[in-house]
């Protein structure tokens, strides 16, 4: 049996009768009397709130409904149309730019350089980030328009109308070429002091944020009006436009590259990327000419046609071996840095595009053509009256004298217009026949045809067909009227002469160097026989007479210890302006030294209206200083045998 006791119940009990609140009861402690089920007094009245689930349904309806907005929106920007705004996107992020291509250098035979090209930038804009809703302004092209016109030195209005273009959607415009880095950086800074400025104060507009360059290069001639002729220039756009500058320009200007990048603001977007074609520079182009020969010739030429009051001038100096052009000068010249201030009258190579009538200098061709035929030789006889009957004219010589007996020699010694009248009659049994002959050696010694240099605007001169020449062209052309030709033309003849007959074309390129930086040379001239080398050895010997011996016409031509072989010339000048024969051609050929030749320099001047008019007499001494400043330059010796002193007359 277990020792714990059975808990114990408890009983209920009477119950305790209630007490009634006491009521009226007054004092401390006594609390107030309220009514059974009422409520106490001074207890808030409860104000019950209707059921909360309707509410919450609204707001999660607009919610999806906002959500279902967003959603399509993004469904039509993200899918249907995300090539729309993406390209969109990409036309006012990104900006496509032309790089240009450095152009080549122009140099002499040393490598000294005649043309070459310094940084330039091309200022341009973006017409669709001055526009009024970009801006947030109406008058932003004016703005930058007023900004840029001092700096540029362009024109405000001329600036506005291209900010402001007819095409709304046009996005490139140039505002000026080719300006100076520093004219750029100028540009660069006033554009980013009002990019900051716009960052911190919103009534700062940067009206210049659509404002960009383009690196480029402006052609420099480092000479001035040296070789212009030869030359040529560049124009506003950078293309070759005369001269060599324009013959070449395929391999000057190289290849266009393209950039294209990200810009915000009219500034890069380093991190967006960018894609890039780079250019590929021009070939360098060496040219033939020496550049102190050039020096000598331009100078020496300038200074007579100024003496002589003259037209105009040039003088070619020739390698008489190569064909190589030395030096080609004319006066008046051009300064290709500043075209604005050159007369253009004097623009391009007269040397080259001017055609003329010879005159004496041409007598060479015809002697050439005697010799060659064995119609006569140095010493045959010819009697030279004072008037010879041709055709229907009456010749004469540049002066009135007694009949003359002179020698072939002496024939081309004094220059007489009669006397070679009288030596190429003997090439044919008629004249007709005696025509054609001396046609066929005019054409071999290069005129009637291009020199073979390529150069702009060159003239190939007029020789018509024998079987075209007038009654007087018959006996005009024997002596170098009636016949047209070009400067080059002229070295070229005796050039051919002192290279032994053969003629070698001539050339103004000696080769060119790539961006790899490997030279070529050019290609080698063509080469032809017109002569015998026993003939033009003869003609030599007979040039050096005109030159040597007192009765010869080209005595200011001497060069004390060489051996000089020249020709005279004078020759009626047709006035280009009326087609008419006014004033005077005057010209002096030769080469040197006669034994042994190595240089030729033709001289010509052209209308000289001031002292003497005689070739023989202003450009003799051109010949001389030109000839003897090249011999020194190219380190020919002085020649040592005696000259052969042909005669020059005969007693009858």
């Known amino acids: 049996m277990s020792d714990r006791q059975p808990p114990r119940r408890r009983v209920p009990g009477p119950a305790r009768p209630v007490r009634p609140a006491a009521r009226g009861r007054t004092g401390p402690g006594a609390r107030p009397v309220r ?4 409520p106490r007094p001074g207890t808030p009245k409860t104000i019950r709130l209707g059921s909360p689930r309707p509410r919450l349904r609204m707001v999660g309806v607009g919610l999806t409904l906002v959500m279902l907005a967003f959603v ?9 149309d995300a090539s729309t705004y993406a390209g969109k996107a990409e036309r006012n992020r990104y900006v496509g730019q032309v790089l240009a291509a450095e152009r080549g250098e122009i140099t002499d035979r040393n490598g000294v350089a005649l043309a070459t090209s310094e940084d330039a930038y091309d200022i341009t804009a973006d017409p669709t980030m001055f526009a009024p809703d970009e801006l947030k302004i109406d008058d932003g092209p004016e703005q930058a328009a007023a900004l840029l016109a001092p700096i540029l030195g362009a024109d405000q209005e001329d600036l506005v109308r291209k900010l402001r273009p007819d095409n709304p959607s046009l996005r490139y415009v140039k505002l000026a070429g080719r300006q100076t880095p520093q004219v750029w950086k100028q540009i660069k800074d006033l554009k980013a002091a009002l990019a900051t400025k716009s960052e911190t104060d919103r009534s700062t507009v940067n009206v210049l944020a659509g404002v960009f360059s383009v690196p480029t290069s402006k052609r420099v001639y480092p000479n001035n009006e040296l070789a212009a002729g030869i030359l040529g220039w560049v124009n506003a756009e950078g293309k070759g436009s005369g001269g060599v500058e324009l013959q070449l320009e395929d391999r000057l200007a190289g290849e266009e590259g393209k950039i294209r990048y990200a810009q915000s603001g009219g500034r890069l977007v380093p991190t967006a990327g960018s894609t890039e074609t780079p250019a590929v520079p021009g070939d360098d182009i060496e040219l033939t000419i020496d550049r102190d020969i050039q020096w000598a010739a331009q100078n020496a030429i300038t200074q007579q046609v100024e003496e002589s009051a003259a037209d105009r001038g040039y003088v070619i100096v020739q390698d008489t071996r190569t064909g190589e052009v030395l030096a080609m000068a004319n006066a008046p010249g051009f300064d290709p840095n500043d075209l604005s201030a050159a007369d253009p009258r004097t623009l391009g190579n007269a040397a080259l595009q001017d055609a003329f009538e010879p005159g004496s200098t041409a007598k060479v061709l015809s002697m050439a053509a005697v010799l060659e035929e064995n119609a006569a030789t140095p010493g045959t006889h010819v009697v030279v009256p004072n008037r ?18 002179l020698t072939l020699n002496g024939v081309l010694a004094k220059s007489s217009n009669i006397g070679t009248i009288l030596a190429t009659g003997q090439l044919g049994r008629t004249q007709a026949q005696a025509n054609k002959v001396l046609y066929d050696y005019l054409r071999k010694f290069g005129l009637g045809s291009h020199t073979g240099l390529g150069f702009p605007g060159e003239t190939k001169g007029i020789l018509a067909p024998p079987d075209q020449w007038s009654t007087s062209q018959q006996y005009t052309i024997p002596f170098g009227q009636g016949v047209s030709i070009n400067a080059m033309q002229a070295a070229s003849v005796y050039s051919t002469i002192a290279n032994g007959g053969v003629r070698v074309e001539p050339t103004l390129v000696r080769g060119s160097k790539g961006p790899d930086g490997r030279f070529t040379p050019a290609p080698e001239p063509e080469k032809k026989r017109v002569v015998s080398q026993k003939t033009a050895k003869t003609l030599a010997q007979m040039l050096e007479s005109v030159v040597d011996d007192e009765e010869g016409t080209g005595t200011k031509a ?6 000089v072989a020249g020709k005279t010339g004078t020759a009626n000048r047709v006035d280009p302006a009326t087609g008419k024969y006014h004033g005077y051609t005057s010209s002096f050929a030769g080469f040197a030294p006669a034994d042994k030749p190595r240089v030729t320099v033709y001289c010509v001047i052209q209308n000289a209206t001031r002292g003497s008019y005689f070739g023989g007499q202003i450009c003799g001494p051109v010949f001389k200083q030109v000839m003897e400043f090249s011999l020194k ?11 052969a002193a042909l005669p020059v007359t005969f007693k009858p």
Request: zero cysteines; proline letters at 12%; hydrophobic letters at 35%.
């Open 35 to 38: 009514g059974p089920g009422g």
């Open 72 to 80: 399509v929106r993004l469904v039509q920007v993200q899918a249907v």
């Open 388 to 405: 010879l009957h041709r055709g229907d004219r009456l010749f004469k010589d540049d002066i009135d004298h007694p009949t003359w007996y």
């Open 558 to 563: 001497r060069i004390p210890g060489y051996r």
């Open 633 to 643: 330059t190219l380190q020919v010796p002085p020649t040592g045998a005696a000259p």
